[in-house]
Structures are given as C-alpha cells and as structure tokens.
C-alpha cells in the first residue's frame, strides 16, 4: 500500500489528453512539492516535472504537472506512442522524514 | 554529462550483508545529495536513503532503518550502500540517483544494480 494513491492504469488514443492523479496528506504533498518521473520498459525513471509544475530539460511543453491541496496531477495532451510508460508522483513526507511514492500508473496509447 | 554506474549486486543469502557503489561523474558530485531507490521486479519504486551533500545528514525509509547504511566518498565520487541483515523482500534493482533541483528528491537516475537474496 503506497502512501501516495494513483490509479494504476490509464489510456487513450493518439492525440487525446490524458491525466493521472496522485493524492496524499498534509504531510507530503499538501506541505512539500511533488515530482512526477517516467519509466519506459526495462529502463531507469526519468524526472518529467519537478517542484510541482516545472517541466525538466527536454520535456516537452505537451506535459504539464499542478498541484492543489493535497492532490497533485500530471497531464499530457497530444498523446503519443511512446508516452507509453509508467508513470511516478513522489513527494517529500515530513513526519516519516522521507520520500515516498505513488504506486504507479501504467499508461496504454491504444 | 550526468553518469551513475551502481555496481555490487548479486545473490545473497538471507541474514547476510552486500555493498552497493555507485561510480559518479559529469558534475561535481560533493555539491549535491544522493539518493538509494529500489525496485522489486514487477513492481514500483520504493525510496530507500538520503544523504546530504557533505555526508553529515542521512535519512532511511522505515523499512531499512537500523540495517542499511548510506554514505559516500567524495574524493572518489562514490555513493554506497552497505546493507546487513538481508531480507527476501530487499530483493529489487537497486538505483542510484542525484538529486533535482532540491536535495529532497531524486533527479537524475542510474541503470541500476539488481541485489537478489535467497537461500
């Protein structure tokens, strides 16, 4: 059990816009930033957005990530095949003193 | 540009003890924290330490505390992991990472070094 809740799939369609969600607590995303990192099959995460909504070098501006409360969301918009991956919301905890993770979404282009 | 190389992994027994290294380079590796995250096969990532820049700050996910050691030499621009009293759910790809833009998180990440324990 993650402390930080995704959905564990999502999918869409060449084009369309997709969002995946990450909620958790006072203490990790309603108190400290959130990143989001993807993973495409058998390789190490890549940093997407940092500090909630900052897009990481090279990211393209099709991927956006906010935050509101204890929630926090990345979307991606003109979806494409290789967005296919898994994807990752992570967030400082202040009363574990550590960072945890969401358990990750697996995300299908159909 | 940025390079992680974990290295150490390998079969282990249960109750037994391994070191990871993680061979850094492409940027000045005493300016910036580093961080342990693993893997399970099949399953998600799972923070493991932290340790600041200088090594006088260290912090451990709950289900390490008291057995895994972080720590690093910044002269030889090497991060490790010392981990004790293995367990068969320690079992994981086990990735070094530098962090972002803040010494809380993770930012650039390494292939990764796969530490499986079993008897």
């Known amino acids: 059990q993650s402390v930080l809740t995704q959905p564990p799939s999502a999918s869409g369609t060449p084009g369309q816009r997709v969002t995946i969600s990450c909620s958790g607590s006072s203490s990790n995303i309603g108190s400290n930033f959130v990143y989001w990192y993807q993973q495409l099959p058998g390789t190490a995460p890549k940093l997407l957005i940092y500090r909630s909504d900052q897009r990481s070098s090279g990211v393209p501006d099709r991927i956006s990530g906010s935050k509101s409360g204890t929630s926090a969301s990345l979307a991606i918009s003109g979806l494409r095949s290789e967005d296919e991956a898994d994807y990752y919301c992570a967030a400082w905890d202040d009363i574990l003193s550590g960072v945890v993770f969401g358990g990750g979404t697996k995300l299908t282009v159909l | 540009q940025v390079q992680l190389v974990e290295s150490g992994g390998g079969v282990v027994q249960p109750g037994r003890s391994l070191r990871l290294s993680c061979a850094a380079s492409?940027?000045?590796?005493?300016?910036?924290?580093m961080h342990w995250v693993r893997q399970a096969p099949g399953k998600g990532l799972e923070w493991v330490a932290v340790v600041s820049y200088d090594g006088m700050y260290k912090y451990y996910a709950d289900s390490v505390k008291g057995r895994f050691t972080i720590s690093r030499d910044n002269s030889e621009k090497t991060l490790y992991l010392q981990m004790n009293s293995l367990r068969g759910e320690d079992t994981a790809v086990y990735h070094c990472?530098?962090?972002?833009?803040?010494?809380?998180?993770?930012?650039?990440w390494g292939q990764g070094t796969l530490v499986t324990v079993s008897s």
């Open positions: 990472a530098r962090e972002s833009s803040n010494w809380k998180y993770p930012g650039y």
């Open positions: 492409g940027f000045t590796f005493s300016s910036y924290a």
